[in-house]
């Protein structure tokens, strides 16, 4: 959201009051300054006000999260371990997959030239057959040269399935560096979102903006800004409700977990885990 103009004074001090004297509507007992100041979660805070890029009056309170940068930095090591030890067991388990492939075309191989070997000697038998009936005029002969020729089909038709094993552990075979290729890529990308969501944050900040008019508040955005070292910033959303319903009841460094979205067992300084 950019701002047109900070008001430090006069009106805007009073827009500012009168976003604080407001009660917090999941908890009515609280205003939002009450709720929103002097918590152990914040290294500090501020309020302030400015003009929006459609001259609205937003009241913003800022709270800059203890040990929030360091706790994401911990949050990104952890991110990074898991992923690569997710990946590591993808590649195991391909290694295994490519050791027992590499086996399948000599099977398969033996498979068709048994296959083979058995069409020709039951077509050699068959055309035998053929022959002494069509020379002999048996009757009997010529049904078991026609029984002969079934067995020929049916052998036939294992030396096709034969060539089709073949061809599938071949396949299998050439495709499987392609698929390492592609886990290769997924773990690249997924360090590089990891790197663009967590890497270089040098400060973690809990926003809260509302639009006042004529002493009329309404919540207008809630959720974190990560500062990078580069000076840039990088927003996320995160729900009202959920987010004063927690910071009602938990204003420490357990609030500073939920609204960062980092697990209870991540510490600020702390190294991955082997899990």
Known sequence: ?????????????????????????QDATHTYDTALSNRSSCKK????????????????????????????AAFRQQKIADTQRDFQGFYHGLDQTTEQASHNPEAAEKELADAQSKLAQLQSQTDTAKSNATASGDPGALRQAMVNQDDVAAAQR????????????????????????????????????????????????EVFQWHVRDNEVVPAWVGVELTKQDGSTVRQDRGWQQTLRDLLNHRGDDHVHAVLNVPDNIAAGQQPSAS
């Not at 900070?6 to 009051?17: F, K, M």
């Not at 501020?46 to 609205?56: A, C, I, L, M, V």
């Not at 009241?59 to 940068?69: H, N, W």
């Open 45 to 72: 805070d501020e309020w302030h006000s400015f003009k929006d890029e459609t001259n609205r009056t937003v009241v913003e309170y800022r709270c800059e999260l203890k040990s929030g940068a360091a706790l994401l």
């Open 158 to 205: 294992a030396v096709e399935q034969a060539q089709q094993h073949l061809d599938d552990a071949k396949t299998t075979l050439t495709g499987l560096p392609q698929e390492r290729a592609r886990f290769e890529q997924q773990e690249k990308d997924a360090l590089a979102q990891i790197e663009k969501t967590y890497g270089g944050v040098t400060r973690a900040s």
């Open 1 to 25: 959201m950019a701002i047109l103009s900070l008001a430090l004074s006069g009106c805007g001090r009073s827009e500012i009051d009168t976003v604080k004297a407001t009660a917090v509507p």
